[in-house]
């Protein structure tokens, strides 16, 4: 979580558009891991709310699904905060 929020505040200090594919989100088998998204680490940082960042959030599933990198599925989901 904490590198993810770092990247977020790096490219809010930048003014970098940040382009997140969160594709692998399904993908924690650990139970002692987390996934944390760069919107909901943009959000906690208050970023979103005071208009700080511009950012691209995503879900390309065609890649993530069960771990394979084959394109059986074309499907996404799209966020943009700018």
């Known amino acids: 979580e904490k590198t993810v929020q ?9 003014n970098l558009v940040l ?4 594709v692998y989100q399904d993908n924690i088998y ?8 760069c919107k909901k680490a ?3 940082l208050g970023l979103i709310d005071r208009d700080e960042i ?3 959030s ?3 599933t065609s890649k993530g699904l069960m771990g394979e990198c084959g ?6 989901y ?4 700018l």
């Open 54 to 56: 511009e950012l691209v």
């Open 30 to 37: 650990d139970e002692n891991c987390a996934f944390t998204s």
């Open 19 to 22: 382009l997140a594919d969160e």
């Open 71 to 76: 394109a059986l599925i074309f499907s996404s």
């Open 58 to 60: 995503f879900h390309s």
């Open 78 to 81: 799209i966020t943009v905060s």
């Open 6 to 14: 770092d990247v977020v505040q790096f490219c809010a200090r930048n």
């Open 42 to 44: 943009a959000h906690h």
